[in-house]
């Protein structure tokens, strides 16, 4: 670990103790699915910054960094594997990624087996709100 990556990993630690909002990346292609997720995490605090593509969301992830990524599993311009690829090829601990899937069955999802850290959750679609907030609770702690 470089010194600047410990200066901030200590900075993102006071931050965490002073009740920093968790910054969330939202990344799906179902504008309604998206947003309705956008305004049930931003109710309770959080800020989240979304993408309807994993295209969008690297650029995204130039300018910010995140707490967690809940990217969906197949989009129309690719699929949450090749974000979760690129995210931990940048770095194999932060953000926690949630994959949601409608496809939770789907062998392609065994790929995510050879990435090293990949995933911190794969959560299947639909899913309730009630449920959602445990699981970004858990994963922004």
Do not use: H, W
Request: net charge negative; hydrophobic share 40%.
């Amino acid at each position: 670990m470089t010194p600047f990556q410990e200066s901030y990993d200590e900075l993102k630690r006071l931050a965490d103790k002073l009740g920093r909002p968790r910054r969330i990346l939202l990344v799906d292609d179902d504008d309604v699915f998206r947003v309705s997720v956008k305004v049930l995490l931003e109710r309770s605090g959080r800020y989240v910054a979304e993408g309807k593509s994993g295209k969008e969301a690297i650029e995204l992830l130039c300018e910010d960094d995140f707490d967690l990524i809940i990217t969906d599993f197949r989009m129309q311009d690719g699929d949450g594997i090749a974000l979760v690829r690129y995210v931990r090829e940048r770095d194999l601990t932060r953000p926690s990624v949630m994959l949601l899937s409608g496809y939770i069955n789907d062998p392609r999802l065994c790929e995510l087996t050879e990435i090293p850290g990949a995933m911190t959750a794969i959560v299947a679609k639909p899913i309730n709100a009630q449920t959602l907030e445990q699981y970004v609770e858990l994963l922004t702690r």
